[in-house]
């Protein structure tokens, strides 16, 4: 942030009083500016035993597979953004049956919230950010080629459940990736 | 927002390529600006079979009481702010136990996730925001006098939970209230 979005002056950081951490200050107008995490929601659409991951078409990893999972938006409940990504990125049509895993990937300020969900009908194709889309067994998921590692803990623990039998609601931590050896 | 925060110029509104809604757009650098809900973090912090609320120091419901919570910050995961923000507002030290329920406040663009959690110790007092910290029993709650609608539905689904012994992971909507009659 450069400019105050309220009056168009440059911004300066403070700490104002009663706060403990520094933020974006509007010294012409006074305005605080707030940065928030953002939410990231999506679903893992099962249809039987397979799930359906999407091959993305942009870019960060353009070709890797993921679920469909974005920005939740403004006057959005958290099922609704969920079902709205499915739609977008799988043109699936899916009933959203729970939350089911929450992650906090803090140094990115982006917390995902993923939902177990049932594909309605095989009427699913690519969308506008997806190269293809598929249904995957536990045997066939290419493991190798997930876009996220929040995919990748979120299809683990999803298969580590379903094993069990149980879906207890999950809340995980990706942390930072520790640098490679030099 | 009235102007862009990259480059200070005043911004407009479009509906992006490909994009299905309005946004804030700087036609001078090009910047899309996304508005996205904020998540906010609270506690339900008990103490045997009572629970601890806060009556707050500052408007909005100024003297009404509340449960602990306040906006995720940055960096930080969904427990660790339901902690801080449980001791700003009620110098209380928590165990958080485990995420409760999740509140859509859509036309206000807030969700709200709420925790259990259990009381370390007693040396909990009234911080900044708050004018008095106090234990209730469910009996001695002060329906009345609770701040916001998601916290009295917070308490409620707690309350109900607890008689019957179980707190699965709930998700709630809290609606725009209606209009009062003329």
Sequence with gaps: MNFCS???QPVTTLTPPG???????????????YQNPR?????????EDKILLCRRAIEPCYGMWTLPAGYLENGETVAAGAKRETFEEARARVEI???????NICHVNQIYLMFRARLKDDRY??????????????NDIPWDEIAFRVINATLLQFFTDRRAGRFPFY????????????
């Design 19 to 33: 706060d403990d951490r520094s933020r974006f200050y509007c010294e012409s107008c006074g305005m605080v500016h």
């Design 97 to 103: 049956l729970a939350p089911y895993a929450l992650y």
């Design 39 to 47: 939410l990231v929601v999506g679903s893992i659409p099962e249809a």
């Design 125 to 138: 194709r690519a969308g506008s950010e997806s190269l293809e889309v598929k249904l995957f067994s536990e």
């Design 171 to 182: 809340t995980g931590n990706i942390s930072k990736p520790n640098p490679d050896p030099p």
């Design 6 to 8: 309220n009056c168009g």
